[in-house]
């Protein structure tokens, strides 16, 4: 079992800037891959990036790259989204997700799930 928890959403300006934090519980972090997702109302919910269980490997969707980066330290369980450039197309709530082994763009495939952080980015 796995709980991650998400912190680090907020209000801000478009341009701006702001880092997500998921901590994860456990012993055995670096057996997951780790996606951050995002969700806004009325949408399904779409990756937004994956990082591979040692950090070699990252993915982005096409809307936040360049803007966007993950990364992980494995030694804290815990997995960032520094997130710059913000746009108000970006304002949803942010989630985390692992999955045992492997990564990926598809949702239905993560194991275990944060309870999101609401990103908001007013113009």
């Known amino acids: 079992q796995v709980q991650l928890v998400e912190s680090g959403g907020g209000l801000v300006q478009a341009g701006g800037s702001l880092r997500l934090s998921c901590a994860a519980s456990?012993?055995?972090?670096?057996?997951?891959?780790m996606g951050w997702f995002r969700q806004a109302p009325g949408a399904e919910r779409n990756v937004v990036a994956f990082?591979?269980?040692?950090?070699?490997?990252?993915f982005y969707a096409d809307s936040v790259k360049g803007r966007f980066a993950i990364s992980r330290d494995n030694a804290k369980n815990t997995v960032y989204l520094q997130m710059n450039s913000l746009k108000p197309e970006d304002t949803a709530v942010y989630y985390c997700a692992a999955r045992l082994f492997a990564t990926g763009t598809n949702a239905r495939e993560y194991n275990y799930w944060g309870q999101g952080t609401q990103v908001t980015v007013s113009s």
């Open positions: 456990g012993r055995t972090f670096s057996s997951y891959g």
């Open positions: 990082i591979s269980r040692n950090g070699g490997s990252t």
